[in-house]
């Protein structure tokens, strides 16, 4: 899941956990940036072929490729 936001990461990831969720998330990278939705919306058009399915936040990619874009 590659997203924004406004809270403290690992908190957010603990919030996604839920019954639909088979495991919890987990941090792997996490930058504070300017223009946060900004720069979501142009990584998102990036990796737009990698999506894991139509316009959810998910994609089948690298960590250190994705860290990369």
Excluded at 35 to 61: M, P, T, Y
Aim: proline share 4%.
């Amino acid at each position: 899941k590659i997203g924004v936001t406004e809270k403290i990461p690992t908190a957010r990831a603990s919030e996604l956990f839920t019954t639909g969720v088979p495991e919890p998330f987990v941090v792997s990278y996490y930058c504070l940036v300017e223009d946060a939705k900004a720069v979501e919306r142009e990584v998102h058009r990036r990796l737009d072929v990698q999506r894991h399915q139509g316009n959810r936040e998910f994609f089948r990619i690298d960590l250190d490729q994705a860290i990369g874009v």
